[in-house]
């Protein structure tokens, strides 16, 4: 059962446009969560997180805005670049079972130059 | 920099062969975890530890175990390698503290393929 989901497999954006990439989750225990970019052959990187006590992080390009009774959060590339150009997973997790976290599918980004 | 390092970038294997994956961190971080990546699926957990020679079982641990024998090294095992266990393994680790703050820092990853 997936608790966390990523429901656009692909997004193309132009250059210098803003992405944004969503996640939906049903769990309503989640209380942080996590963005990750992952290059091919390479392991994830950590982007930017948020903390359910805030709706909105930003740091440099990316900003996370995090909707607690949509249950949603979108992740802001503004302005996008080609390197930017990866998957990226959103991920979740609860404060009582706080080793446990859980991935959404992910979403492939192609930034067009 | 966290540095976590798994010992193999790609792996062939044959039907019922055991195969060993090894992952080494080098931040003094309690716990560490075993993924696997297949497309549409995302990542899922396999097993974690958060403490030498404790573990935890993820959401998908059939087929596989684990061993923590030293604070930075985590070890995936399959004891009978099956085709369905072709993936992508990452290795992840992460300071413990906060309950659920902090990010996961992974590997690059070992790319399974089984015969």
């Known amino acids: 059962d997936q608790q966390v989901k990523q429901n656009s497999p692909s997004l193309s954006v132009q250059e210098g446009r803003i992405s944004i990439l969503n996640c939906d989750y049903t769990?309503?225990?989640?209380?942080?969560f996590l963005w990750y970019k992952k290059y091919p052959a390479e392991g994830p990187t950590f982007l930017i997180s948020?903390?359910?006590?805030?709706d909105k992080n930003e740091d440099g390009r990316f900003t996370v805005f995090l909707n607690k009774s949509a249950k949603h959060l979108s992740l802001h590339i503004v302005p996008s670049q080609p390197g930017d150009s990866a998957v990226y997973f959103c991920?979740?997790?609860?404060?009582?079972?706080?080793?446990?976290?859980?991935f959404g599918t992910g979403t492939s980004l192609t930034v067009i130059p | 920099d966290v540095k976590v390092t798994q010992s193999s970038r790609y792996l062939v294997k044959r039907t019922g062969e055991k195969v060993f994956l090894e992952c080494v961190q080098d931040?003094?971080?309690?716990?560490m975890f075993w993924y696997r990546q297949d497309p549409g699926l995302g990542l899922r957990l396999i097993y974690f530890?958060?403490?030498?020679?404790?573990?935890e079982k993820g959401d998908i641990p059939e087929g596989y175990s684990v061993s923590r024998e030293k604070k930075e090294r985590f070890s995936l095992i399959l004891e009978s390698a099956s085709t369905n266990q072709t993936s992508m393994y990452l290795c992840?680790?992460?300071?413990?503290?906060?309950?659920?703050?902090?990010?996961?820092?992974f590997g690059e990853g070992s790319r399974l393929t089984v015969l």
């Open positions: 769990n309503s225990m989640f209380d942080y």
């Open positions: 991920a979740a997790s609860r404060w009582d079972t706080g080793n446990q976290f859980y």
């Open positions: 931040m003094d971080h309690e716990n």
């Open positions: 530890s958060y403490d030498v020679k404790m573990k």
């Open positions: 948020i903390s359910s006590i805030k």
């Open positions: 992840a680790s992460r300071l413990a503290g906060n309950q659920n703050t902090g990010e996961l820092f």
